[in-house]
């Protein structure tokens, strides 16, 4: 048995786990008095662990494995069956360097203009409307810059039933019912569109860009010498292509940010010594978003005094870890400075994983997102003009995703 690990001995806790969504490991890290504790989810042990030292284990590769550690439900709407987030070893380093190959530093910068390109055409088009709700906004024009930047072709008008299905894949993630089977029509949706692109491309009768994620996805070989199936590139591509419209709820959250702490708008505006980088840091630790990510045990191990038995689903809080009160002064304070001279831990800070990049599963994504948070909230306080009026900006920390429940609605803007 697993004396030393304290335990939560409620019979199952799946359901508490859907009642206190972000707040759950922190609950019971906080009741228990430990980093570490195991308890019951969908019907196994499961331990659950907060912290630096924890992310630190939970990114041993020779003690964990991400085989079997997703859940079905989670590859049919967010992450796509038998992708990259479930795979270990070699074959996980090769598709992981395929991912990272598209994050130079030429790429990236593409990646700043075309959203900077979507925010100027979308003030203008905002001039003239009433009001103007921010996260569908976003989550679209970040839908079309993903598209632009990774050579896949979207007509003008298939750009809102496409965003909303990329949309609908990452509000399924903690969705039990209607949210759920939303999120798995449209990710099936989605995989059959990007499928045929990926076919147009291996047929030649799509040329995009040799530089683009489309391109090098279609063509990237295995380790066997083999090109992926049009379904697992499909996956994949999408694993480009969500995420990066996934970066409209952060921007969301930065301008809630803006609004909640005002003295935070100057201070963007003038941008002195990095303070647009700190900001955005500051959002990605501050606001929900990824609660906890998931690895089994490889094989048996003791790391103080707990006993990790090999297949173990075993569970890092994300969000407890970035609030965690021996990490961070004031955890529930939003202080860009904290960022200020920071040592840049790649185990206290985990918005979107920890470790290292090629060798584990941190965010391949993590450079861009922070590249397109830092010119998006420039260009809202300098190249922009808004009001913002009365309406229900609380966001739930329980439902996961969260984002204010008014979607943040943003009035008479105009071009600065
Ligand atoms: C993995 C969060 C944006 C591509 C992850 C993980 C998290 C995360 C928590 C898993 C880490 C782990 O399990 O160890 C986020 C958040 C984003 C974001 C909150 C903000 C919008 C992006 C973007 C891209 C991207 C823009 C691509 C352009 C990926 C990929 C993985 C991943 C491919 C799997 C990596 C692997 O398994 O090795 N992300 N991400 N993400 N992310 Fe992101």
């Known amino acids: ?44 042990k499961v331990i659950c662990m907060s912290g630096k030292e924890a992310a630190e284990l939970f990114y041993d590769n020779e003690r964990f494995q991400r085989k079997g550690a997703a859940p079905k439900r989670i590859q049919k709407t967010l ?11 070699e074959e996980h380093k090769h598709r992981k360097r395929m991912f990272l190959s598209l994050m130079t530093p030429e790429r990236l910068d593409h ?22 709700v921010l996260f569908d906004e976003t989550e679209e024009m970040m839908c079309k810059a993903a598209c632009e930047w990774a050579g896949v072709p979207i007509r003008e008008k298939e750009v809102n039933q496409r965003s909303k299905d990329l949309g609908a894949m990452i509000d399924a993630f903690g969705g039990v019912g209607q949210r759920y089977r939303q999120g798995k029509h449209a990710r099936k949706r989605t995989e059959k569109w990007i499928k045929d692109i990926i076919k147009e491309i291996r047929s030649g009768k799509l040329n995009p860009p040799e530089n ?13 010498g083999k090109k992926l199936s049009s379904q697992m590139a499909a996956i994949e591509l999408i694993n480009v292509i969500r995420p990066i419209a996934a970066i409209g709820r952060y921007i969301t959250f930065g301008a809630l940010a803006l609004h909640e702490y005002p003295e935070t708008y100057k201070k963007l505006q003038e941008d002195n010594e990095e303070y647009s980088k700190m900001f955005v840091q500051e959002v990605r630790r501050f606001y929900p978003f990824g609660p906890f990510t998931g690895a089994r045990v490889r094989k048996h191990f003791t790391w103080k005094q707990c006993h990790f038995k090999k297949g173990m689903l075993v569970l890092l809080d994300i969000y407890g870890t970035n609030h965690h009160p021996d990490l961070w002064e004031d955890p529930d304070d ?8 920071w040592e840049g831990s790649p185990f206290r800070f985990i918005p979107q994983g920890g470790g290292d990049h090629y060798i584990g599963h941190r965010c391949a994504g993590e450079w861009l997102t922070v590249m397109v948070m830092k010119a998006s909230m420039k260009f809202i306080t300098t190249e922009m003009e808004y009001e913002v009026p009365p309406q229900d900006l609380n966001y739930s920390m329980v439902r996961m995703p969260s984002i204010p429940k008014s979607r943040f609605v943003i009035r008479k803007v105009r071009p600065k």
């Open 212 to 224: 683009t994620a489309s391109y090098i996805i279609a063509w990237h070989r295995e380790r066997n």
């Open 334 to 341: 939003f202080k860009p400075e904290r960022f200020k001279n």
């Open 79 to 89: 992450f796509g069956e038998n992708a990259i987030q479930g795979m270990d070893g």
């Open 111 to 132: 990646m700043v203009d075309l959203t900077l390109k979507q925010w100027k055409d979308k003030v203008t088009e905002w001039e003239k409307a009433i009001d103007v």
């Open 1 to 44: 048995s697993n004396n030393s690990i304290p335990q939560d001995k409620t019979l199952d806790n799946t359901l508490a786990l859907l009642q206190e969504g972000f707040q759950f490991i922190p609950n019971r890290r906080k009741q228990l008095d430990s980093d570490i504790f195991q308890t019951r989810l969908f019907g196994q």
